[in-house]
């Protein structure tokens, strides 16, 4: 063999690692233009996230809680004995 080939192999090496560096810069400037071109709706550029409203809950009412808490710990109590007759 001789050095010629070693040369040449050589070239076409550093042939295609320009290649693969050239991908490499293309894709980093789309994804570079793909973050810099979010455009959002009027609503969302006042800091949400998110076009989908949040939902909206009224606060707790304690009593409407506890109200079937007897009930509920009965049954709770029958299903763990294995009693399902109620």
């Known amino acids: 063999m001789t050095t ?24 980093n400037n789309e994804l570079l233009l793909c973050q810099e071109s979010k455009e959002y709706p009027e609503e969302l550029s006042r800091g949400n996230k ?8 009224e606060p ?3 009593a409407t809680i506890l109200e079937g808490r007897i009930a509920a710990m009965k049954r709770y109590s029958k299903k763990m004995n294995g009693d399902n007759n109620e």
């Open 50 to 57: 998110t076009a989908t409203p949040l939902p909206r809950f």
């Open 60 to 62: 707790p009412d304690v």
């Open 4 to 27: 010629t080939f070693y040369k040449d192999k050589v070239i076409k090496l550093q042939q295609m690692l320009d290649e693969k560096d050239d991908e490499i810069k293309r894709l």
